[in-house]
């Protein structure tokens, strides 16, 4: 059965740092692509990174550049996000997202604030 559960949320204030988790089980991340997705109060949900399958390659939606670091950990099969300098518009819930075959899955999210 495929689950992802994050973890690693919390409240900081702008500047601090958070790592998420995103820990996966009845698949392996070496092989499957993931993504991490973002949905603020009142918003669409935004993608925010992906890890590739193939080469491990990263990308990054323009906002996080620079301050958002994904990686994987085969031997924990975890997915994370190094997220630096945040600001109060990363405040959201934050999720890690798998498409395996045809069907798609999701983790239960976590809340990341950012506020003074």
């Known amino acids: 059965q495929v689950r992802l559960v994050e973890s690693g949320g919390g409240s900081v204030e702008p500047g601090g740092s958070l790592r998420l988790s995103c820990a996966a089980s009845?698949?392996?991340?070496?092989?499957?692509?993931i993504g991490w997705i973002r949905q603020a109060p009142g918003k669409e949900r935004e993608g925010v990174s992906c890890i590739s399958s193939s080469d491990s390659s990263t990308n990054y939606v323009d906002s996080v550049k620079g301050r958002f670091t994904a990686s994987r950990e085969a031997g924990k099969n975890t997915v994370y996000l190094q997220m630096n300098n945040l600001k109060p518009e990363d405040t959201a819930i934050y999720y890690c997202?798998?498409?395996?075959?045809?069907?798609?899955?999701w983790g239960q999210g976590t809340q990341v604030t950012v506020a003074s």
């Open positions: 997202n798998a498409h395996i075959r045809a069907d798609e899955y």
């Open positions: 009845g698949f392996s991340v070496e092989y499957y692509s």
